[in-house]
């Protein structure tokens, strides 16, 4: 119960955080190339037990939010639900590995850090490359969006693993 | 009809994915268009208010670019009333108020919320059904012009400005009559705009100003757009490639004024047959 308290208020945050701090941040000539996206961190975290029809919910849920503040129609929110369907396999990966509490929130401290950046990174990717194609609607500019893509993932990574390492503490064993 | 069932059952999954990213499509398709209006934008009474609250703190930081905005325009203002003009011969005037008839109404407006770093730039506006806003309005500042209307909700609106790919407008020259298409390309850089389809007979150089257009019935004619950057000829053709850096300092945008054309829907009337 208590979880599900602390979630609800992080995705609030997450999503105001995301509109009101992270989008002004100022890239200067990069701008274009550039725009980090921290709130996916909430759907990386969220324990892995949660029933996974919920968890698409969750997602499109969560990128809705952001589209409304966004102008962004639902592009945002067809993202979500691409990573959050996509999340299982990666999660069930570290699982095999890694000995942890599945009914915890997924962070960095849980398990090893390497493997932890390798699967938001991979999924940070796959979620900006869906996120930029959707906004262009065309394979014309491909290259101008990889170039997005890997910049942007690797802003974004940095950000949420730096408020990870800031705001969720190592479990008590 | 067991094994369908049970077919269904395995992948409901799947179909759970699926439905939902059509429910996404459908809104991203409904957005897109450049004539249609969308749910999910920031025209929307919840992310409005939040917007309105965010700007009224960031507005502190503007107060002394936009105290001399103002001062700029009062001063052209002040020059033009009618107490600085010298009145002609009794014989010359003949006074007739009724033959003027109201073109076009000004509501003030502020802004909200102001994208900078997109290519799809949406302004949000703290003005809405409720003070007479309507799609379509043009919005302009002292500078120039800055967009027009494409969402409205109750007390809230969003506009399209100059700096977003969806956009097809028209200019002119300042000097001569000839039309060009506007637009904003994707080499364009923030605060330039592209005029594509300029004949090539126009006379233009570095520096000088083109202004809006009555066509398409939303800016009065007249209203400055951007100056001359440079001047290109497009291959294989008869028309020149204008590029323009505009007025309007999108960067620093506070005040704007929505235009109403009291005559567009007779206009557009005219149009449709």
Redesign the interface.
Known sequence: MQLVIINIIRFVLLVFIQV?IV?NIDFWSL??LI?PMIYISFLFTLPVNIN??LT??IA?IL??SV?????????H??AC??IA?LKPRFTNQMETQNTFQSTYNLSVHMVDSIQYIVYISSLSAIFFFWLFL????SFV?LHYILLKTILSTIVSVIFILVGQFLFFSKPQT | MKNLIAFIRSIR?LL??IF??L??????S???GFQTS?I???S?A??GW??ER?QAVIDYFHLAEQNKLLLEENTRLQSEIIENYRKGGAEDIIYNDTIFELKYKYFPAKVIKN??????N?I?LNVGRKQGIEREMGVINSQGVVGFVKDVSQNYC?VMPLMNENVRLTAKSQKQNLYGNLLWE?DDDFNQVTVKKVPTYIDLIKGDTMVSTSQESIFPEGKPIGRVLNISKEQGSNYKTIQLETTVDFYNLSHVMVVKNMFKEEIDSLNIQ
């Open positions: 009101f989008n701008n274009y725009s996974r029809f698409l919910a499109f990128g809705l589209d409304l503040f966004m102008d962004s129609y639902g592009v929110a067809s639900v691409l369907y959707l906004e262009e609607f500019r | 999954f759970f994915f939902l990213q429910l996404a499509f459908i809104f991203i409904n957005g897109k969308s999910i934008s920031s929307n919840m992310s939040l917007y965010n994208s900078v770093s997109k290519r799809f949406i949000t969003t994707s």
